[in-house]
């Protein structure tokens, strides 16, 4: 017999001959009531996962993971207000069927039945994904990626305070809402979460505030492998700046008092709280995980034995509340319910096509209040004596600066975060006198923690900032890449369009820096970035590209809500030369405010029928080398992609027209590099004689080897030579 039957079994035995287990009286300011309608939502809870099972028995539902002994739960949404924002664990249906409860209009059974069904009407994802959410009830789906909701949940308490100060148009939390957070006790070791604890802490050390409720579900295993017992109390009862209660998750009312507790403190001292609730996990971990192969029996049983619906029921009994042979008969009639909605819910429609899927990789747009610029006296008290210096041309690394400062004059929702990004400006001085412009409230110099930046901007990007965290250097980005990749591209996707985490991150990367680093400062792949979908990256050449492209980035993301990256390629930000030194040719004078260069739009020079497809510090070269090439008779045109995700099909092809010949100039890695695209493209699209001329399958050395594994001006020369004849 399966252990869900055993449980079903025991709490009608058991509750039927008074044989309730031991437990505290029940206490705390939790109403005769409000208890009950928290049973209620336990009971349903557990329905739907009986059903659950029920329905992926009969090949109706897709996947199982359980929220039976975390019923308690539902009595930390009581605690909590329907307007504050909620990251949940997997295991908290009983959470979302209780905050439905406070709702008007809202049906938690139908639409997690729906989501068990995976039916394209499941209002949370579209019948994506069986994942707890609902944008009227202020929960964002999660993915299952173990504590990598805990960052943003940071991100997201900290923009309440953010959005006071400079309440941005999209805004979506109240001022006085808390943000709360759920997960394992074994995901609290996960490095990210260990992130999100030391950030919370860190901030509030600083007494800015941050209305965050973490809530570790204890019930002592990580799918086989234990908790060491008492270790969750140990590390977390005395972090400086993280204040801890803790409750038992079997008693509705001890759990209630608690989350009251926390609730309130977060929300008066804008301060975080670790609420420590201990609870059991019946079932096993999901799907057919049989916890009986890796727990002695005694132990299962002794979880079983402590249902913490049996608890409730002693609860009621003892507080006047219900007798048990009603609250028997509540969950009966719960269960009977359930199963009579089950059997409309598989009859609704599922997602079949490839394009039903995909519907949702990108957001939808969004309306936004029409800007005129920034005025004449705004630039001038921004700019100063920069004014005047807009009139020569200028490197890259300055005329980014000036780029920013613009978009932030004229959109206030815009935040900038990152190591070093305030005071100091920029390890390349590329945000340098931003943080006296703008406050740092607008320029946050952050602590040494990258998926911490990312969950900064995801997190005030779902309460309507339009956020620019900033990624020092490319190869640090490894470390934080998941928040990008399972985090801010999925939430559109699993959320049908309807929470979104807009955002331009600028990464400074690629190689040629020539006094400096070796591989770690001259990161030079971007594969990890190329294959995510939804996400666009940009990768200017020059200062004037880079600031047409910053304005269409930040259009994209502020009005068409995209995730996008914005890579700075460093060697170029003090570039001043083209093909002689002194020649200054570089440099470029600052586009007008209001330019901007499109998304998919391709640069072109020249128009020989050789053309030399590249970008970045390639762009630089293949002009180097198409002056070369010219003296011997090769002409050439030397195509800038610009867009490297997606890749610019339509205006390539079309910069194409009338060539013979294209050799891809690619400074990223032979294997997984940009080149890789660009050969099957244009060998699908194309009839023309193709090549390309990549970087080594080597990281990058420093001294005078810093360029040998990538292309140069004269292996590309060779290269295009060697195609032509
Ligand atoms: C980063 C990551 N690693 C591994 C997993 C696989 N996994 C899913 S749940 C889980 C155990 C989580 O245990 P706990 O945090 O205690 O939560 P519980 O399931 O007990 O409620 C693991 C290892 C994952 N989802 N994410």
Redesign the pocket.
């Known amino acids: 017999m399966d252990r869900a039957t055993i449980v079903h079994d025991n709490f009608l035995r058991r509750v039927a001959a008074g044989d309730l287990p031991a437990g505290a009286k029940p206490s705390g300011p939790l109403s005769p009531e409000n208890a009950v309608a928290l049973y209620r939502a336990g009971c349903l809870s557990r329905a739907l996962d009986r059903q659950s099972r029920a329905m992926q028995k009969a090949g109706q539902g897709f996947y199982t993971i359980g929220s039976s002994g ?1 019923e308690g739960m539902a009595a930390i949404a009581a605690a909590l207000r329907p307007t504050d924002m909620a990251f949940l ?3 908290d249906a009983a959470f979302q069927i209780a905050r439905a409860d406070q709702v008007p209009g809202q049906s938690a059974a139908w639409d997690i039945l729906l989501s068990f069904a995976a039916s394209s009407e499941d209002p949370i994802s579209g019948g994506r994904h069986k994942v707890l959410g609902s944008r009227a009830l202020m929960i964002p789906p999660q993915t ?5 909701h805990l960052p943003k949940a940071v991100g997201a308490a900290y923009s309440i305070g953010a959005a006071k100060r400079h309440g941005p148009e999209h805004r979506v939390l109240p001022d006085d809402a808390v943000v709360m957070c759920s ?6 070791n ?1 490095s990210t979460a260990q992130g999100a604890f030391n950030t919370a802490a860190w901030t509030a050390f600083q007494s800015i505030p941050l209305p965050l409720v973490f809530i570790c ?1 204890d ?1 002592g ?3 086989s492998v234990k ?1 060491p017992k008492g270790w969750i109390v140990a590390n977390f009862a005395h972090r400086p700046g993280l204040h801890y209660i803790a409750c038992d998750g079997l008693d509705i009312f001890d759990t209630y008092r608690a989350a009251s507790q926390a609730a309130d403190y977060a929300r008066t001292r804008k301060r975080p709280v670790f609420l420590h609730i201990r609870t059991v ?1 019946l079932y096993g ?2 799907g057919a995980d049989m916890p009986t192969t890796y727990l002695p029996k005694s132990e299962v049983e002794a979880d079983e034995a402590n249902d913490p619906l049996l608890h409730s029921v002693r609860l009621l009994r003892d507080a006047g509340a219900m007798p048990p042979d009603a609250a028997l008969k509540v969950y009966q009639d719960t269960n009977d319910r359930v199963a009579r909605i089950a059997t409309q819910a598989v009859t609704r429609p599922r997602l079949k096509t490839a394009q039903d899927v995909m519907a949702s990789l990108i957001p939808p747009p969004r309306p936004c209040a029409p800007t005129n610029g920034p005025s004449a006296e705004a630039r001038a008290a921004a700019f100063g004596a920069d004014l005047k210096a807009m009139a020569e041309p200028q490197i890259m690394s300055k005329l980014i600066n000036w780029a920013l400062t613009d978009l932030m004059l004229d959109h206030p929702e815009i935040a900038l975060m990152g190591e070093d990004v305030g005071a100091k400006g920029g390890v390349y001085g590329v945000t340098q006198k931003l943080i006296t412009r703008f406050g740092p409230d607008r320029v946050i110099d952050t602590l040494l923690d990258e998926q911490s930046i990312l969950g900064l901007g995801i997190g005030m990007a779902q309460n309507g900032f339009v956020p620019m965290p900033e990624i020092q250097f490319l190869a640090y980005l490894h470390n934080a890449e998941d928040q990008l990749r399972g985090e801010a591209a999925t939430l559109p996707f699993f959320s049908n369009g309807q929470f979104t985490n807009p955002m331009v991150v600028r990464i400074a990367g690629l190689g040629y820096q020539k006094g400096f680093g070796g591989h770690f400062h001259n990161d030079n792949s971007l594969a990890v970035l190329r294959d995510i979908p939804g996400l666009i990256l940009a990768v200017p050449s020059h200062g004037a590209d880079a600031v047409g492209m910053l304005r269409e980035c930040v259009r994209l993301a502020r009005k068409e809500q995209r995730l996008v990256v914005f890579l700075e390629p460093i060697a170029l930000y003090p570039m001043r030369d083209l093909y002689d030194d002194g020649d200054g040719a570089w440099m470029r004078r600052y586009p007008a405010p209001g330019t901007r260069i499109s998304l998919g739009e391709v640069g072109v020079t020249g128009d020989g029928p050789v053309a030399l497809i590249s970008f970045a510090n390639g762009h630089r070269l293949s002009l180097q080398a198409q002056a070369q090439l010219a003296e011997t008779g090769v002409e050439t045109r030397v195509i800038d992609l610009r867009w490297l995700s997606p890749l610019p099909e339509a205006s390539l092809l079309d910069a194409l027209r009338g060539c013979t010949h294209a050799l891809i100039v690619d400074e990223t890695r032979r294997s997984g590099g940009v080149a890789e695209g660009l050969m099957a493209l244009l060998a699908e699209r194309t009839d023309l004689r193709l090549a390309r001329h990549t970087a080594q399958d080597s990281f990058i050395a420093t001294g005078p080897a810093y360029a040998a594994t990538m292309p140069s001006a004269d292996s590309i020369v060779a290269a295009a030579k060697a195609l032509v004849t």
């Open positions: 975390h664990h997997y295991r299952s990626t173990i504590a990598s997960f394992g006790d074994a995901s609290a996960h579900e019930n295993i990580g799918i908790t996990r971990h999901a």
